[in-house]
């Protein structure tokens, strides 16, 4: 396998105080190939999609000028404004903000929007809340094709998009060529599914991996979904860096981490990325040659 795996990180993993010129710098520095921006629920990310045109030139010049690609987008303001809301004008908020975020990607040249895949969130899900949820997908989809942006739906901490089988049955449902998969192995892992084989079933629909450790759910443990340290939780990562050099995985990959639940987010953001390819190599997903190991 290839020597170079493309790896990002999540804007969240890196201080908050800093800006986004600062995260784009430092995410670099790290090692990393690419950042993911967040647009979560709170009104200074969500506002980032109302930014004017001059605005958004220079974040694409900053881009540039950092060396750091922003290739996705964490779309999680839909804990928030949930397209499946008992509240109709909660829903058309919702989509507004999904057609919102697919412009702001088209503008910036972001070409992946990771969705929450959550019907709602703080509100009771049932019946009715599935069918808006599908309901207000199916628009957006129509806008994303028209953008050319791609939707990945990320497996989740609830029940109701927690697998790739899921993710499937949804697809059947919305069988658009810009609905992707966006698998999270730790999401995987904590609902105690079979991963490998969730990979087999979805790989061909992934346009990245979520790449974060987790605790699982048990009769008495509702599990831990964030903020587990690498190395410390359920997830078996060389039996899915095996699977994936089986499937000759090629896409790339992203270390999902939280600066709130770090002690010194550079330092154990770079660890974190230095651990992660070992597991690689070790799993033979990537090789070794002489004199390119890193060293922590």
Same mark, same amino acid.
């Given at each position: ?5 493309? =790896? ?93 975020? =697919? ?6 040249? =972001? ?23 599908? /309901? ?17 739906? /990320? ?122 390819? /070992? ?14 190991? /890193?060293?922590?």
């Amino acid at each position: 396998m290839s020597n170079s795996p493309v =790896i990002g990180l999540y804007e969240k993993a890196l201080p908050e105080d800093y800006d986004l010129v600062q995260k784009l710098i430092t995410t670099k520095s790290l090692g990393f190939d690419f950042m993911e921006l967040s647009i979560d629920e709170s009104d200074e990310r969500i506002n980032r999609l109302l930014w004017s045109r001059r605005k958004r030139a220079s974040f694409i010049t900053q881009i540039q000028e950092s060396e750091t690609p922003v290739p996705s987008i964490c779309l999680s303001v839909h804990r928030r404004y949930p397209l499946g809301s008992h509240d109709p004008h909660i829903r058309s908020q919702a989509l507004d903000l999904l057609n919102l975020a =697919i412009d702001f990607a088209a503008d910036i040249g =972001i070409r992946t929007i990771q969705l929450a895949g959550y019907d709602v969130y703080y509100e009771q899900s049932d019946h009715q809340t599935v069918q808006w949820f599908y /309901e207000g997908l199916k628009q957006g989809l129509r806008h994303a094709a028209a953008k050319q942006v791609m939707l990945s739906m /990320e497996m989740m901490d609830t029940n109701f998009m927690n697998s790739v089988v899921k993710f499937l049955l949804l697809k059947k449902k919305l069988p658009s060529q810009w609905l992707g998969l966006y698998p999270d192995v730790g999401n995987l892992s904590a609902w105690n599914l079979d991963v490998l084989s969730e990979l087999e079933l979805g790989l061909g629909y992934a346009t990245c991996i979520h790449l974060k450790d987790t605790l699982a759910v048990g009769p008495d443990s509702p599990g831990t979904f964030k903020g587990v340290a690498f190395g410390n939780g359920c997830v078996d990562f060389i039996s899915i860096f095996r699977k994936l050099t089986s499937m000759k995985y090629g896409g790339p990959f992203l270390i999902e981490m939280w600066s709130s639940s770090l002690d010194d987010p550079l330092k154990e953001v770079k660890q974190a990325r230095l651990w992660m390819l /070992e597991q690689m190599r070790s799993a033979g997903f990537i090789s070794v040659e002489p004199g390119t190991a /890193e060293q922590s």
